[in-house]
């Protein structure tokens, strides 16, 4: 079946560094990618968003880069804070009729201070 | 201030008994969805609904159901069928196939 996949569990960064989050699709049909965060005990919350015809996308210091040639998608925060320690999940939308939201198993970011 | 809202946020259950998780948006949105989480895990998808009256299973809707009789509400039934109902229940909202709205959280403990 198709899933979403990411490459890292675990990431630790030293505060006031950039962030990497890498996550891996295997749906061709997605068209539609989000990225949220979830802090302990709390619902996810939306962080960015792209679709398929784009490559790149900015928010207030996070960025999302789309590479559709090999199924990858991350996202890029930058000058990070510890109030970004969080779990993030990114989500495709390419399963069933109605496009329901298939999610990855998420990454925790830890920030060293 | 438009939102979701889950009750209970910790509810405990003995082996056998059913109970149901209240979620109620007031976002006017049309779809609703359950999804279950476990530690260090994703998010699965227990049912959805698009519309009132309607709704769909997701990918792992034994032991579980639902009932959409109004567009703000969609609740959700573990039912004593459901062998591991340990977790944290995630209810979400949605204009449709876009962006989804989460609710806090359902924290439920089987005893």
């Known amino acids: 079946g198709e899933s979403v996949g990411l490459h890292l569990p675990t990431l630790s960064v030293q505060e006031g560094d950039n962030s990497i989050i890498n996550c891996a699709y295997s749906?061709?049909?997605?068209?539609?990618f989000i990225w949220y965060k979830q802090e302990s005990g709390k619902g996810p919350q939306f962080i960015i968003d792209i679709r398929s015809n784009m490559d790149k996308r900015q928010g207030q210091r996070v960025t999302v880069l789309l590479n559709k040639t090999v199924k990858h998608l991350s996202l890029q925060i930058a000058a990070t804070q510890p109030g970004d320690s969080a779990v993030y999940f990114c989500?495709?939308?390419?399963?069933?009729?109605?496009?329901?939201?298939?999610f990855g198993s998420g990454t925790q970011l830890t920030v060293l201070p | 201030d438009g939102g979701i809202t889950q009750s209970p946020k910790y509810l405990f259950r003995k082996e056998g008994q059913n109970v149901t998780l209240s979620c109620e948006q007031n976002?006017?949105?049309?779809?609703m969805y359950w999804y279950r989480q476990d530690p260090g895990q994703g998010l699965r998808l227990i049912y959805y609904s698009q519309i009132v009256n309607d709704f769909q299973k997701g990918d792992i809707a034994e032991g579980y159901s639902v009932s959409r009789e109004k567009k703000e509400s969609f609740p959700l039934t573990v039912t004593s069928a459901q062998k591991n109902p340990t977790a944290f229940y995630l209810c979400a909202s949605s204009i449709g196939g876009g962006e989804l709205f989460f609710g806090e959280g359902s924290r439920l403990t089987v005893l």
């Open positions: 976002l006017n949105h049309d779809a």
């Open positions: 989500a495709e939308n390419g399963k069933g009729s109605a496009r329901q939201l298939t």
């Open positions: 749906n061709s049909a997605s068209d539609y």
